[in-house]
């Protein structure tokens, strides 16, 4: 055996060795070494990595940085921790601009913005009761966390107990825990990269570990407070920063592109002084008040946005190209190329996005390319050098067929009437490709969120026949788990539980899940205050009812053509209708409550025509949503009020609405309904 197989086969060893230990010290709590002994062992793999690059290549390695325990306590937030939209260059942060002063119809007047480090780290809540410090709880879900409050304790500068005036009985703080870069070096034997030494440090079941290694934070935001005594997030930051908190010192209030471009430029060139990573910055409206006005979209909020620094290019070469198959039959090439490094994270992957793109760029097998890796994104193929282009190189042909051996197709954009770039398997379910894809839509976080059946673990139980349609999830046969490499009895209990929760579900979470095409987030959530309950979504397995179904929801403000085109096909395949079946015989949907029925606009219908001089069109409607109301976007005998804008009414929905008897309500009225 040469010398390189021998370090490979020693490595091999110790990795399987560490993977043992983890899963004896984290899934079963049954340590068989010493802590100590394990530390060294992490320290002899992380040697023999450092010393030999061709191993960090093989990618085994995926457990440096302890594995989270299942151990903490969850505990719903009070409110939910949202996460970020991201901005990647001045043309995203133009069309942030925008659409904020679109929303808040807002003209002439700069809007002041707070820039804040995006610091890279780990974040964490924590409640403040009448000043003491109560609770402290990971980010978990989003609407859940988990109990790490004695770990948390355990960095000195975040205070137990406030001092100062004007204190708030309730205090939601936000914050990111990080590890300085200076300390990281004297730990970093043990750890693949700082943010994953905090997160490994905070999930500690023994808070003497945690209090080892040396954590900082930064709070940035707030969830729950009472009273609100703060005016803008400036304020906030600076009230904080007086009780006891460490604030970051970088921030800065900026109001237009230009400002905010500068800030970007300075912020970016002083990062490598720094002593923690950030990874971009965060742009605030600063004002709460417009905060409030612009409110969330699903999962982040409209008020503020990461951006991001530039990407991170390598240059490296294409050794093949292969298509994937996503879930909604869309084929993707994709460039296998020769490992390279792109800001420390090996990549061997990169996307060439869709058929368009290689034919547009002539990108070919054997082409040396810059490949970019911005933030979570997919890294992708951005240019190619053609003077190292071999001349036997031929143009690079896309197959005709999806990997299942289908015929796959563009479609005709409705708006733009033009070819899709993108190409399409034409099966749905009877793609296995497509079928494995939906699996991991379906358990997905916004879909039937299943802790513990992941990607990697649907792709197992796929391979071994375990899971092959939706329903396959609620049936699964645990016992056959038991032999399988890496499913203690532990997990498999874990895995039991997680997945008997998810029977319960939301009527919107379900529809989303099913993976109708061009039905999100919001327009599940739109169908499901229409349907309410599954026994009315079920009408649409028949033709006839279905029919008349899709007329209604022509009604429905966001529900186009396209989208209601979209369910006819999904319904109209016979397999998605028997998956779908047989799916809901094993769950248990919950019915859609409105979630704000006290509201103004509690059960009404309301309609707008016109622009108003206050607010735009956005902001109405959700105004409306807010308060228990929903949009219609046709006049008809359900609409109870029609509200006019003086900016070009459309005189034939005003007449339509007067002889239905409609309530009509003028631009002035409006404001007082909502005391404007
Ligand atoms: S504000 C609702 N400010 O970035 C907005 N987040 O992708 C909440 N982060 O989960 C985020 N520094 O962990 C905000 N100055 C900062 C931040 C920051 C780091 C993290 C945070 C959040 C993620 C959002």
Same mark, same amino acid.
């Given at each position: 055996?040469?010398?390189?197989?021998?370090?490979?086969?020693?490595?091999?060893?110790?990795?399987?060795?560490?993977?043992?230990?983890?899963?004896?010290?984290?899934?079963?709590?049954?340590?068989?070494?010493?802590?100590?002994?394990?530390?060294?062992?992490?320290?002899?793999?992380?040697?023999?990595?450092?010393?030999?690059?061709?191993?960090?290549?093989?990618?085994?390695?995926?457990?440096?940085?302890?594995?989270?325990?299942?151990?903490?306590?969850?505990?719903?937030?009070?409110?939910?921790?949202?996460?970020?939209?991201?901005?990647?260059?001045?043309?995203?942060?133009?069309?942030?601009?925008?659409?904020?002063?679109?929303?808040?119809?807002?003209?002439?007047?700069?809007?002041?913005?707070?820039?804040?480090?995006?610091?890279?780290?780990?974040?964490?809540?924590?409640?403040?009761?009448?000043?003491?410090?109560?609770?402290?709880?990971?980010?978990?879900?989003?609407?859940?966390?988990?109990?790490?409050?004695?770990?948390?304790?355990?960095?000195?500068?975040?205070?137990?107990?406030?001092?100062?005036?004007?204190?708030?009985?309730?205090?939601?703080?936000?914050?990111?825990?990080?590890?300085?870069?200076?300390?990281?070096?004297?730990?970093?034997?043990?750890?693949?990269?700082?943010?994953?030494?905090?997160?490994?440090?905070?999930?500690?079941?023994?808070?003497?570990?945690?209090?080892?290694?040396?954590?900082?934070?930064?709070?940035?935001?707030?969830?729950?407070?009472?009273?609100?005594?703060?005016?803008?997030?400036?304020?906030?930051?600076?009230?904080?920063?007086?009780?006891?908190?460490?604030?970051?010192?970088?921030?800065?209030?900026?109001?237009?592109?230009?400002?905010?471009?500068?800030?970007?430029?300075?912020?970016?060139?002083?990062?490598?002084?720094?002593?923690?990573?950030?990874?971009?910055?965060?742009?605030?409206?600063?004002?709460?008040?417009?905060?409030?006005?612009?409110?969330?979209?699903?999962?982040?909020?409209?008020?503020?946005?990461?951006?991001?620094?530039?990407?991170?290019?390598?240059?490296?070469?294409?050794?093949?190209?292969?298509?994937?198959?996503?879930?909604?039959?869309?084929?993707?090439?994709?460039?296998?190329?020769?490992?390279?490094?792109?800001?420390?994270?090996?990549?061997?992957?990169?996307?060439?996005?869709?058929?368009?793109?290689?034919?547009?760029?002539?990108?070919?097998?054997?082409?040396?390319?810059?490949?970019?890796?911005?933030?979570?994104?997919?890294?992708?193929?951005?240019?190619?050098?053609?003077?190292?282009?071999?001349?036997?190189?031929?143009?690079?042909?896309?197959?005709?067929?999806?990997?299942?051996?289908?015929?796959?197709?563009?479609?005709?954009?409705?708006?733009?009437?033009?070819?899709?770039?993108?190409?399409?398997?034409?099966?749905?379910?009877?793609?296995?490709?497509?079928?494995?894809?939906?699996?991991?839509?379906?358990?997905?976080?916004?879909?039937?969120?299943? =802790? $513990?059946? @992941? %990607?990697?673990? &649907? #792709?197992?139980?796929?391979?071994?026949? !375990?899971?092959? +349609?939706?329903?396959? *999830?609620?049936?699964?046969?645990?016992?056959?788990?038991?032999?399988?490499?890496?499913?203690?009895?532990?997990?498999?209990?874990?895995?039991?539980?997680?997945?008997?929760?998810?029977?319960?579900?939301?009527?919107?979470?379900?529809?989303?899940?099913?993976?109708?095409?061009?039905?999100?987030?919001?327009?599940?959530?739109?169908?499901?205050?229409?349907?309410?309950?599954?026994?009315?979504?079920?009408?649409?397995?028949?033709?006839?009812?279905?029919?008349?179904?899709?007329?209604?929801?022509?009604?429905? =403000? $966001?529900? @186009? %053509?396209?989208? &209601? #085109?979209?369910?006819?096909?999904?319904? !109209?395949?016979? +397999?998605?209708?028997? *998956?779908?079946?047989?799916?809901?015989?094993?769950?248990?949907?919950?019915?859609?409550?409105?979630?704000?029925?006290?509201?103004?606009?509690?059960?009404?219908?309301?309609?707008?025509?016109?622009?108003?001089?206050?607010?735009?069109?956005?902001?109405?409607?959700?105004?409306?949503?807010?308060?228990?109301?929903?949009?219609?976007?046709?006049?008809?005998?359900?609409?109870?009020?029609?509200?006019?804008?003086?900016?070009?009414?459309?005189?034939?929905?005003?007449?339509?609405?007067?002889?239905?008897?409609?309530?009509?309500?003028?631009?002035?009225?409006?404001?007082?309904?909502?005391?404007?």
């Amino acid at each position: 055996m040469d010398q390189k197989s021998k370090i490979i086969n020693n490595y091999k060893k110790k990795i399987n060795f560490l993977k043992k230990h983890n899963k004896l010290y984290f899934n079963k709590d049954n340590p068989e070494i010493t802590d100590s002994q394990y530390d060294d062992l992490k320290k002899e793999i992380f040697d023999l990595e450092k010393n030999n690059s061709f191993l960090k290549n093989l990618n085994l390695n995926q457990t440096v940085g302890s594995p989270p325990s299942n151990k903490f306590k969850k505990i719903k937030h009070l409110k939910p921790m949202l996460s970020l939209s991201n901005a990647f260059d001045k043309n995203d942060m133009k069309d942030f601009l925008s659409k904020i002063n679109n929303f808040l119809n807002n003209k002439n007047k700069d809007i002041d913005f707070f820039a804040e480090p995006k610091i890279d780290g780990i974040s964490a809540t924590l409640v403040y009761e009448k000043g003491k410090l109560v609770r402290g709880l990971s980010r978990g879900d989003g609407t859940t966390g988990e109990d790490i409050l004695s770990n948390l304790k355990t960095i000195n500068k975040i205070p137990q107990k406030l001092e100062g005036n004007n204190i708030p009985h309730l205090l939601e703080i936000r914050g990111e825990i990080y590890i300085g870069k200076k300390d990281f070096n004297i730990i970093k034997s043990n750890f693949a990269n700082p943010r994953n030494a905090a997160g490994g440090s905070l999930r500690q079941k023994n808070s003497n570990e945690t209090s080892k290694i040396p954590l900082a934070y930064f709070a940035y935001g707030f969830g729950a407070v009472k009273p609100m005594v703060f005016k803008t997030q400036s304020e906030f930051l600076e009230k904080i920063n007086e009780w006891g908190f460490s604030t970051n010192p970088l921030s800065k209030k900026v109001k237009n592109i230009n400002e905010i471009d500068l800030q970007h430029s300075f912020v970016d060139s002083i990062r490598s002084t720094l002593d923690y990573d950030i990874d971009g910055l965060v742009y605030k409206v600063n004002d709460l008040k417009l905060q409030s006005r612009l409110g969330n979209t699903s999962n982040s909020p409209r008020w503020a946005i990461a951006y991001k620094f530039s990407a991170e290019k390598a240059v490296t070469k294409i050794k093949d190209i292969v298509i994937q198959v996503g879930r909604t039959g869309a084929i993707t090439p994709v460039a296998k190329v020769e490992p390279i490094t792109v800001g420390g994270v090996v990549v061997s992957n990169a996307t060439l996005h869709n058929e368009d793109e290689i034919k547009r760029k002539d990108i070919r097998v054997g082409d040396t390319v810059q490949v970019q890796r911005a933030g979570d994104v997919i890294p992708q193929v951005v240019s190619v050098d053609i003077s190292k282009r071999s001349k036997s190189s031929k143009k690079y042909i896309f197959p005709s067929k999806c990997l299942c051996g289908s015929i796959t197709q563009k479609e005709i954009n409705r708006s733009t009437k033009k070819e899709d770039a993108v190409r399409r398997c034409t099966k749905g379910y009877d793609c296995n490709f497509i079928a494995k894809e939906k699996l991991k839509h379906i358990v997905s976080k916004d879909s039937f969120n299943i =802790d $513990g059946l @992941g %990607k990697k673990v &649907i #792709d197992q139980f796929w391979e071994l026949g !375990l899971i092959k +349609t939706p329903t396959d *999830i609620f049936t699964i046969n645990y016992n056959e788990l038991k032999n399988l490499e890496g499913w203690g009895e532990l997990s498999i209990n874990n895995l039991k539980q997680a997945i008997d929760k998810a029977k319960n579900i939301e009527l919107s979470s379900f529809i989303f899940s099913i993976g109708i095409r061009h039905i999100g987030q919001e327009n599940a959530k739109i169908l499901a205050s229409f349907f309410k309950s599954i026994e009315k979504f079920i009408n649409l397995f028949n033709e006839t009812k279905r029919k008349k179904i899709l007329e209604n929801l022509v009604e429905l =403000d $966001g529900i @186009g %053509k396209t989208q &209601i #085109d979209s369910i006819n096909n999904f319904f !109209l395949n016979n +397999t998605n209708v028997e *998956i779908v079946k047989k799916l809901i015989a094993k769950l248990k949907i919950k019915d859609f409550i409105s979630k704000n029925k006290k509201g103004k606009f509690s059960n009404k219908i309301v309609m707008f025509t016109g622009g108003f001089e206050k607010m735009s069109r956005s902001e109405a409607k959700s105004l409306v949503e807010n308060n228990g109301g929903k949009i219609s976007g046709t006049v008809s005998k359900k609409l109870d009020i029609l509200v006019i804008g003086n900016s070009k009414p459309t005189k034939r929905k005003i007449e339509s609405a007067k002889k239905l008897n409609i309530k009509i309500v003028k631009e002035i009225e409006w404001y007082k309904i909502l005391n404007l």
